[in-house]
């Protein structure tokens, strides 16, 4: 038996006796920023699990969150190992990698945010690792929760078959300056940190991606591009996504036409946004309260270690959207557009 293996079972065995006693999932969060926040208010609201320990490279930041969470604040990462069962990471992407396969030989369950990781030949030894040690290891999936999500799929009918889709989201604000996704070396790839939401949303909603063309945009102050996807459907999507530390606002639409109706859907105040239908008009437009899915995600990991949640087919689908989005980084630094699968022959195409 694996060293590895013997510590899983040994840990494994401490969260079923745990769960046995009616004792709570000990969570150990890896970040004090925004995302962190809204995971440790989820989990400790959930009855279910509780954030014990808070760690990051800001001492301050730490205490803070850990106070306001009444968690242990921790300024060593492997020193938070020992005092928790599970652990979210809510870092820089670039070191989603090295923390995720360090809580997993440690026997720990661990739910990343998006990206998973740098590269696909990581990925796929992040999975053979969580498979070894019988954990589960998950992508803070928090898009398939979203009510604009939820939204369109509910009234994915009322489109028909869906033609194109586009999205535009442009983020303005002086506070990101500083901001570790403005870092290159911390983001890693444009596409696969900022486009990856609306990659899925798009996978999920016109069908798996055949090919894709992009364009990194990024500047001195501006941070994204531009991604182009043709899917099995046959259906065309075009996602746009950027981040400046220039001017000052959100401006945020999505764009789909179908063979029966057309949807669009804009930022109209913060928590809300509008789906106008068609050409609007009476009875055609309807409010959206905006929820980004934190909830839903964190339930998901919950019932993934419980057992409730088939957590491997979950990391495959959302590996695949890691995979596409890394591709377009690829298609980026060649100009030219790229095919996600080796049968299907890419159009003769390049972005100026």
């Known amino acids: 038996m694996s060293w590895r293996l013997s510590r899983k079972r040994a840990a494994s065995a401490a969260i079923l006796s745990r769960r046995g006693r009616g004792l709570l999932i000990r969570i150990g969060i890896a970040g004090a920023g925004g995302m962190a926040a809204q995971r440790c208010r989820e989990f400790n609201a959930s009855g279910t699990a509780r954030v014990d320990g808070i760690y990051s490279t800001s001492r301050q930041k730490t205490a803070l969150l850990a106070e306001s969470s009444s968690a242990r604040a921790f300024d060593d990462f492997h020193r938070m190992l020992p005092e928790v069962d599970a652990v979210v990471l809510c870092t820089p992407n670039a070191v989603h990698g090295s923390l995720a396969r360090a809580s ?20 796929e030894t992040l999975r053979a690792l969580a498979r070894e040690c019988r954990r589960v290891l998950m992508t803070g999936n ?55 939401h609306h990659i899925e949303y798009y996978r999920r909603l016109l069908g798996e991606v055949q090919w894709v063309l992009a364009r990194d945009e990024s500047r001195l102050d501006v941070a994204g591009g531009t991604l182009v996807m043709g899917h099995l459907s046959g259906a065309t999507s075009c996602v746009q996504w950027y981040l400046s530390r220039s001017g000052s606002g959100l401006p945020r639409g999505l764009w789909m036409n179908g063979t ?32 980004w899915g934190v909830r839903g995600s964190c339930r998901d990991f919950i019932d993934a270690i419980e057992g409730r949640l088939d957590h491997e087919a979950r990391l495959a689908a959302d590996m695949e959207t890691l995979r596409v989005g890394l591709l377009a980084e690829e298609a980026a630094r060649s100009g030219g557009v790229l095919a996600t699968r080796q049968s299907f022959a890419p159009p003769n195409a390049s972005l100026p």
């Open 104 to 123: 997993l030989e440690a026997g720990k369950h661990v739910l990343v945010e998006y990206p998973l990781c740098a590269d696909t030949g990581e990925a």
């Open 142 to 196: 928090t898009i398939i929760h979203e009510a604009m999500f939820r939204y369109l799929v509910e009234r994915r009918e009322l489109l028909g078959d869906v033609l194109s889709a586009s999205s535009r989201v442009a983020l303005y604000d002086k506070a990101l300056a500083g901001r570790w996704y403005m870092n290159r070396k911390e983001l890693g790839s444009v596409f696969a940190g900022f486009h990856y």
């Open 260 to 291: 029966r109706s057309s949807v669009t859907i804009i930022s109209r105040e913060p928590g809300r946004s509008l789906a106008v239908w068609n050409d609007g008009g009476k009875g055609r437009e309807e409010t959206i309260e905006d929820d």
